[in-house]
C-alpha cells in the first residue's frame, strides 16, 4: 500500500510511505527538506516495522520547532497504518 501524508511545521512538503501487508516499510520518499539526510534515513527505514520505526523517531524535534523530518515521517507511517 501506498500513502501520501503531507507534513506540517517543517522545510520538507510531503513523505511517501510504501508499507508491505506485514506491516515492514518498503520504501520512504520525502519531497523537500535536507535531501541527504533524508535519503539517508529512508534507506535505514526499509525493512523495518512501522512500529518501530514510529517509536524511534516520534517525537523529534529540529531546533525550536516541536516536529522534524523525522517526526514527520513517524506521523505518516501512523497514518498508514490506520489506512491498513
Known amino acids: 500500500m501506498t500513502f501520501t501524508y503531507k507534513n506540517k511545521g517543517v522545510c520538507s512538503r510531503s ?4 508499507l508491505n501487508p506485514d506491516h ?11 535531501n541527504g539526510n533524508l535519503k539517508g534515513i529512508s534507506q535505514l527505514l526499509v525493512g ?9 523517531m516520534q517525537g523529534t524535534v529540529c531546533g ?10 513517524a506521523h505518516a507511517l501512523q497514518a498508514a497504518l490506520e489506512q491498513l
Do not use: F, H, L, N
Not at 513523505?15 to 510504501?18: G, H, R, V
Not at 515492514?24 to 535536507?34: F, P
Not at 523495518?48 to 524511534?56: F, L, N, Q, V, Y
Open 64 to 73: 525550536s520547532k516541536s516536529t522534524s523530518c523525522p517526526d514527520q515521517i
Open 48 to 56: 523495518m516495522k512501522a512500529e518501530d520505526a514510529i517509536a524511534r
Open 24 to 34: 515492514t516499510i518498503a520504501s520512504v520518499k520525502v519531497e523537500g527538506g535536507c
Open 15 to 18: 513523505t511517501e510511505i510504501e
